[in-house]
């Protein structure tokens, strides 16, 4: 990965399902009234962070959507993320989109009969289109086979894991040059996919670009190695 540079704007992609709200927090108090959130699907929480030093955009890409992050940034030069298992985070947006459809709200799962019909749908896509699922489409640029296992080396600063949140936060005000926080984890659940673990094995096979790219960021966290006391 490389270093960060406090003269250039900063990006952080903030993957659905992966501890964003607890995360968010950090970052407000991290970069104040200079983040800038950008969530298209809530414009009132979005503006478009104007290119000068110092400032961080941080929230949701969708690159097969026109929302992707170079349609909003095309210059910028250096992100960082907080990745999650791709099978663990799958099955907390499938229990995140039923409570929505509970309370009836519009959700992306109406008209699905069960999980097994929406993971069906979702694999379809996955074979149309490998790298335009899940979290991958929140990247700057396009994930493909060839390119999943360096899809950090050239631009990223910084890459977390929701799992052990704590550490990545102290690892995060390390690079970034921030004071360390306590980081209290919020809306995630660490045991949430169990009653769905035969399904893994099928995700696996259905997205492997997700869980080599998570993969990668595993290798890279624990390269780092702990950040000093």
Do not use: C
Not at 110 to 116: E, H, I, N
């Amino acid at each position: 990965m490389i270093p960060y540079d406090p003269s250039q704007p900063l990006v952080s992609l903030h993957i659905p399902k992966t501890g964003g709200t607890s995360f968010t927090k950090v970052l407000e108090q991290w970069f104040g009234d200079r983040i800038y959130l950008h969530y298209p699907d809530l414009p009132h929480l979005t503006r478009l962070a104007p290119n000068q030093p110092g400032l961080l955009a941080h929230g949701h890409f969708n690159i097969d959507k026109a929302m992707g992050l170079q349609d909003s940034y095309p210059d910028a030069s250096q992100f960082m993320t907080v990745m999650r298992d791709p099978f663990e985070r799958m099955i907390s947006l499938w229990l995140y989109l039923n409570r929505q459809s509970r309370l009836g709200h519009t959700s992306a799962i109406d008209g699905f009969r069960s999980f097994d019909h929406w993971f069906g749908t979702l694999e379809e896509q996955a074979a149309i289109n490998p790298g335009g699922t899940g979290f991958l489409r929140n990247f700057p640029k396009p994930v493909t086979a060839q390119n999943a296992a360096h899809v950090f080396d050239d631009q990223f600063v910084a890459v977390g894991l929701t799992h052990r949140l704590q550490e990545t936060v102290d690892r995060f005000a390390e690079r970034l040059g921030k004071p360390r926080l306590i980081v209290g984890q919020e809306n995630v659940s660490t045991d949430a996919a169990q009653p769905f673990a035969h399904w893994r094995a099928a995700h696996e096979r259905a997205f492997p670009l997700e869980h080599a790219v998570y993969g990668q960021a595993l290798r890279l966290f624990d390269r780092q190695g702990a950040v000093a006391a």
